[in-house]
């Protein structure tokens, strides 16, 4: 199969499997699962989905069983949708990078606050000089400064 077969089949499956979580699964331990990738073999027999959620090491465990218990299910229900010669076997794997995320921006944040910003996002109306801003905004006003008028 050809990458971009296998990229449109990935996208389908994330797709259904990101609306069966929202909208049909009654699981409690699975309302907050994102799923960030699908990753489908060449034969599309197998599906790498990996998922994210913020929070303790216990409840990421808590969601891989829930997720591990619910693939037939999510199977089972994307079946009639999806229309492939061959449904995938779904294997779910943890995605850090919504925690890496969170972590980055908390990290930001305190050091926006060290360094004496202020807090919630509020700026002050001399947070920004002109120095600042003639350093980030350069405009060309078509005149050179080097030739002489």
């Not at 990738?37 to 303790?56: L, P």
């Not at 807090?119 to 006003?141: C, H, L, P, R, W």
Request: negative net charge; hydrophobic residues 40%.
């Amino acid at each position: 199969m050809g990458k971009k077969y296998m990229g449109r089949v990935s996208e389908m499956i994330r797709r259904k499997l990101t609306q069966l979580l929202i909208e049909e699964s009654n699981d409690p331990r699975l309302e907050n699962v994102t799923i960030t990738d699908v990753e489908v073999n060449r034969d599309t027999t197998r599906a790498q989905v990996f998922y994210s959620i913020i929070g303790t090491e216990e409840d990421i465990a808590v969601t891989q069983a829930a997720l591990d218990g619910a693939a037939g299910w999510l199977r089972n229900e994307m079946a009639p949708t999806l229309r492939l010669r061959n449904l995938p076997h779904l294997v779910f794997a943890y995605d850090p990078s919504l925690a890496h995320g969170a972590r980055i921006e908390e990290l930001l944040h305190e050091l926006h606050i060290e360094s004496g910003g202020q807090a919630n996002g509020e700026a002050d109306d001399d947070s920004m000089d002109s120095d600042f801003i003639d350093d980030v905004f350069v405009v060309d006003d078509g005149i050179d400064d080097d030739d002489d008028i």
